[in-house]
């Protein structure tokens, strides 16, 4: 008797009850929720960070901030591999209409002098290693 009393106050919970917060209750105990619907407005925020380590050629920053409506804006630099400065402005808007950014480097992009290494994937292969190569993949192709 006390399991179908115990099953029957469960289904009952399940049946009248809603979740806490939504609706403003509980079913027929009342309470449990903050009396209406959530508020979905965003909180307005600004924050900024940066990051400059010599060690591991790491260097960016970033400012952004946002308002009630959900709007958007900011800005971040990075200097990237190749020696430019990528500054990006963005602004998003809050109904949805899209991101607009406006890109601009400083600088001009350096690349390395090609550094040609014998082995495997770089430089010029030697014909032994060539022979190797091919043996070791006729072998893994008559194995399959």
């Known amino acids: 008797m006390k399991v179908f009393i115990c099953t029957f106050a469960s289904m009952l919970g399940l049946t009248i009850g809603s979740p806490a917060g939504i609706g403003g209750g509980g079913g027929l105990i009342g309470g449990g929720g903050h ?8 909180d307005p925020f600004h924050f900024r960070y ?6 591991y050629y790491t260097d960016f920053s970033e400012v952004r901030s946002g308002d009630e409506a959900g709007n958007v804006k900011g800005e971040y630099t990075v200097a990237l591999p190749d020696g430019r400065i990528q500054h990006v402005i963005y602004h998003a808007d809050g109904g949805y209409g899209g991101t607009i950014m406006e890109v601009k480097y400083d600088g001009e992009a ?7 290494h014998g082995g495997h ?6 014909e032994e290693e060539l022979e190797e190569d091919m043996e070791l993949l006729d072998m893994i192709c008559v194995s399959s």
Not at 110 to 116: D, F, G, I, K, S
Not at 121 to 126: L, M
Request: proline residues 7%; charged residues 25%.
């Open 121 to 126: 994937g770089h430089g010029v292969v030697s």
């Open 50 to 55: 940066g990051v400059h380590d010599d060690k």
């Open 35 to 42: 009396g209406q619907g959530y508020d979905e407005t965003p």
């Open 110 to 116: 350096r690349h390395p002098e090609v550094v040609h």
